[in-house]
T-cell receptor
Framework: AQSVTQLDSQVPVFEEAPVELRCNYS??????LFWYVQYPNQGLQLLLK??????LVESINGFEAEFNKSQTSFHLRKPSVHISDTAEYFC???????????FGTGTRLKVLA | SQTIHQWPATLVQPVGSPLSLECTVE??????LYWYRQAAGRGLQLLFY??????ISSEVPQNLSASRPQDRQFILSSKKLLLSDSGFYLC???????????FGSGTQLSVL
């Protein structure tokens, strides 16, 4: 079955440093991929999504992710993080032929001053 | 855009007691509705989803049930809570395939 794997449970990084949060997917069919962010004690918010077309997708707050079919990856990157980026980030996929959104185990990003 | 109302924000219940968590959606009609449970280090586990009134799909066998009595109302229930039911419960909604999920602010359930 389709799934996504987030290998890093926690990623500490200093403010203004670049960051990459890894996500790998498993699927033999077309994939829809998403990144969601969760701030403490809140629900999740969509950060960006890939459905088709350009393999590089961007969010309004400086994050970007690249769909890489050969490496079955959809890593999230930001060239310079801010303290306010501290949150948990979830990679997700939509199981083909269904309405089921499947989430990874999450990566907790902690930005240090 | 859609707004998901979910309550209560926190709940402490004894083992064996019943549970009812309610979720209502504003800003759309005929949404797809979801209940997820979030446990530390385990991500979001899909519990139930619904594509219409009275239509409920269960993802994993468990001590919980869901109902959709109205188009924009989704209820998560249990007759007798277990310790393992503790967790952060999130209701979500989407308009259709490939569209983003809108999430409620969640309910932190502690079963003692």
């Amino acid at each position: 079955a389709q799934s996504v794997t987030q290998l890093d449970s926690q990623v500490p990084v200093f403010e203004e440093a670049p960051v990459e949060l890894r996500c790998n997917y498993s699927s033999s069919v077309s994939v829809y991929l998403f990144w969601y962010v969760q701030y403490p004690n809140q629900g999740l918010q969509l950060l960006l999504k890939y459905l088709s077309g350009s393999t590089l997708v961007e969010s309004i707050n400086g994050f970007e992710a690249e769909f890489n079919k050969s490496q079955t990856s959809f890593h999230l990157r930001k060239p310079s993080v801010h303290i306010s980026d501290t949150a948990e980030y979830f990679c997700a996929t939509l199981r083909s032929g269904t309405y089921k959104y499947i989430f990874g185990t999450g990566t907790r990003l902690k930005v240090l001053a | 855009s859609q707004t998901i109302h979910q309550w209560p924000a926190t709940l402490v219940q004894p083992v064996g007691s019943p549970l009812s968590l309610e979720c209502t959606v504003e800003g759309t009609s005929n949404p797809n509705l979801y209940w997820y449970r979030q446990a530390a280090g385990r991500g979001l586990q899909l519990l139930f989803y619904s594509v219409g009134i009275g239509q409920i799909s269960s993802e994993v066998p468990q001590n919980l049930s869901a109902s959709r009595p109205q188009d924009r109302q989704f209820i998560l229930s249990s007759k007798k809570l277990l310790l393992s039911d503790s967790g952060f419960y999130l209701c979500a909604s989407s308009r259709g395939k490939e569209e983003k999920l809108f999430f409620g602010s969640g309910t932190q359930l502690s079963v003692l």
